[in-house]
C-alpha cells in the first residue's frame, strides 16, 4: 500500500525514533495518554469500548484501529471523528519523504510503520488527552510499543502468526505483553485461558510488570441476547472481598462480546486512577450504548436475514458459531464460507462443516482460497450446496435462498470475505477494495 511492503526492513524502532525526533514529537509525549490493546481476536471491539469510556472523562480522545475494512481513513478518529483525506494526505506525505531520505541509507518503513506515524502526528498535533491503539501483530516488535504505554489490556490468545510470535500460546502471550513498559501494567481477559495464570503472573514478575488476571477476580454471569442487544452481568470481588454484581447491555453479540466490554472496563479504571478519575455504571453503559463496530456479527439485511463476521482465526470462529446456534436452529442457517489461503484451512473448514448443514464454498478477491481447492477439505460432500469463484454469484444465490426458502444466511470465514460479500451485497464492486 502506497508503494511499501507490509513489513518495514527489519525490526524498525530506530526508525520510529529517528522519524519521532524528525517530526519533535517527545519520546514520552503519548506515554500517559495511552491505553496499548493487544491480542489474537477481540483487539477491535475492545478498543472501541475503551474509546467509548474515555469519551466519558476527556475532552479529545482518539483512537487507532487496524485493519479499515472499507476506507483507510477509518484507523485514524477523534471524538467520533475520521481523519478527514486531506490530513492523511499531509501526513502520509511526510511520512513517505522520511522514508525516501532512509531509502538512501538502506532502509525503508513498512504499511503498518507508515499507519502508525500518521496517527502519531494526529493525536499529538489534535493535543488529545487520551487514545487508545489496537496493535497490529505482537507486541514485542509492534510499532506501537513506541508509545511507552503504561496501561495495556491482554484480550485473548489463538496460535496466529506463529512464525513471529511463536508456536505456542505462552510464547505469543509473552510476546504481546511485551507492548507494556517497565512497571506498568496489563489487564488479562476473560478470554486468556487460565491455565497460563501462573506463567504470565511469572513473567510478568521477571520483565518488572504487574498483571492483573480478570479471572481471578470476575467471571461474567447470565448472558442473553434480547431485541438485537447482549445483555450480561459483571460478578467480581473487590478488595474487601466483597461480591459485586453489576448489569450492562452492549450492542455487539456474543460472550465474548461481554468479556471485551469488562476487559475494556477494567482497563479503563486502571488507567483513569492515573489521572484521579473514575467511572460510574451509567457512565459506562451510556457509553457501551454509544459504541458500534462493523463486521462483528453484523446483521446487514433483515429480509432476507443475513449476518457477516469478520473472525479469521478458530478461537474467533468458535465463540461466534456458539452465538450463532444459540440464536437460531442449525436447519434454517445457510453458511456463506470462504478462507484466505493463508489461513489455518483445515482447523477452520472443520469447524465450518462441524456446526452447519448447508454451506456455500465461495472465496473473497483479496487471499482467497481456490474453491476447488476448498471443497477437497470438505469430508460429507452433501452439506455443499453450491459452489462459486466469484463471489458476487455466492451473494446472488443466498439472497434468492434466504427469500425462497426462509434461510438465515451466516458469513463467516475471514474479514476480507465479510467485507467484500457485504460490498457486493450493496451494489458495489468488491474489486475495488484496497486492504491492508
Known amino acids: 500500500m502506497f508503494g511499501l511492503p507490509k513489513q518495514g526492513n527489519g525490526i524498525g524502532f530506530h ?70 483525506y486531506d490530513e492523511f494526505e499531509k501526513y502520509k506525505n511526510r511520512v513517505l519523504e522520511f522514508n525516501s531520505r532512509i531509502s538512501n541509507d ?20 489534535h493535543s488529545v488527552e487520551s487514545v487508545v491503539w489496537e496493535v497490529g501483530i505482537g507486541g514485542r516488535y509492534d510499532p506501537t510499543r513506541m508509545l511507552l504505554a503504561e496501561v495495556v489490556a491482554l484480550t485473548s490468545l489463538d496460535l496466529e502468526h506463529t512464525e513471529l510470535l511463536g508456536v ?21 481477559s476473560l478470554s486468556v485461558e487460565t491455565a497460563l495464570n501462573e506463567r504470565l503472573r511469572a513473567y510478568a514478575h521477571v520483565s518488572d510488570r504487574t498483571i492483573h488476571l480478570l479471572s481471578e477476580t470476575c467471571s461474567i454471569l447470565s448472558p442473553v441476547v434480547k431485541a438485537g442487544r ?40 486502571v488507567f483513569l486512577t492515573r489521572h484521579d478519575k473514575s467511572l460510574t455504571d451509567i457512565q459506562i453503559q451510556t457509553a457501551f450504548s454509544q459504541t458500534s463496530w462493523p463486521g462483528r456479527l453484523e446483521q446487514i439485511s433483515i429480509d432476507p436475514s443475513i449476518w457477516i463476521d469478520v473472525g479469521h482465526t478458530p478461537d474467533a470462529l468458535r465463540r461466534v458459531i456458539h452465538q450463532i446456534l444459540q440464536l437460531y436452529p442449525r436447519a434454517e442457517l445457510l453458511v456463506v464460507y470462504g478462507v484466505s489461503y493463508n489461513k489455518n484451512i483445515s482447523e477452520i473448514t472443520r469447524l465450518i462443516e462441524a456446526n452447519f448443514d448447508a454451506i456455500v464454498l465461495t472465496r473473497a478477491y483479496k487471499n482467497g482460497t481456490d474453491v476447488e481447492r476448498l471443497a477437497e477439505y470438505i469430508q460429507d460432500k452433501q452439506k455443499v450446496k453450491a459452489a462459486f469463484d466469484r463471489l458476487e454469484d455466492a451473494v446472488s444465490y443466498a439472497i434468492a ?33 484496497q486492504f491492508f
Do not use: W
Not at 39 to 67: A, D, E, M
Not at 106 to 125: M, R, S, T
Not at 257 to 264: C, D, F, K, R, V
Not at 414 to 431: D, I, R, S, T, W
Open 106 to 125: 538502506g532502509d525503508f518503513i513498512g504499511a503498518f510503520e507508515l499507519f502508525f506515524l500518521v496517527a502519531v502526528q494526529y493525536f499529538h498535533e
Open 168 to 188: 505456542t500460546k505462552e510464547l505469543i502471550a509473552y510476546d504481546k505483553l511485551d507492548v507494556v513498559r517497565p512497571r506498568g501494567i496489563a489487564i488479562v
Open 401 to 433: 435462498e434466504g427469500a425462497r426458502k426462509g434461510k438465515i444466511v451466516i458469513v463467516l470465514g475471514g474479514l476480507f470475505l465479510a467485507v467484500e460479500f457485504k460490498h457486493a451485497f450493496n451494489g458495489e464492486n468488491p474489486q475495488t477494495l
Open 230 to 269: 447482549q445483555y450480561f452481568t459483571i460478578h467480581e470481588l473487590d478488595n474487601g472481598n466483597h461480591q459485586l454484581d453489576r448489569e450492562f447491555s452492549i450492542p455487539l453479540i456474543g460472550l465474548h462480546q461481554a468479556e471485551n466490554a469488562l476487559t475494556s472496563i477494567e482497563t479503563v479504571n
Open 15 to 84: 526508525r520510529m525514533t529517528r522519524c519521532f525526533a524528525e517530526l519533535g514529537i517527545p519520546q514520552d509525549y503519548f506515554a500517559l495518554r495511552s491505553i496499548v490493546v493487544t491480542g489474537s481476536n477481540g483487539k477491535g471491539s475492545t478498543s472501541r469500548f475503551i474509546y467509548s469510556l474515555l469519551q466519558q472523562k476527556f475532552s479529545r480522545v482518539g483512537c487507532f484501529t487496524s485493519p479499515h475494512l472499507i476506507d483507510v481513513t477509518e484507523r485514524f478518529e477523534i471524538n467520533g471523528i475520521k481523519i478527514s
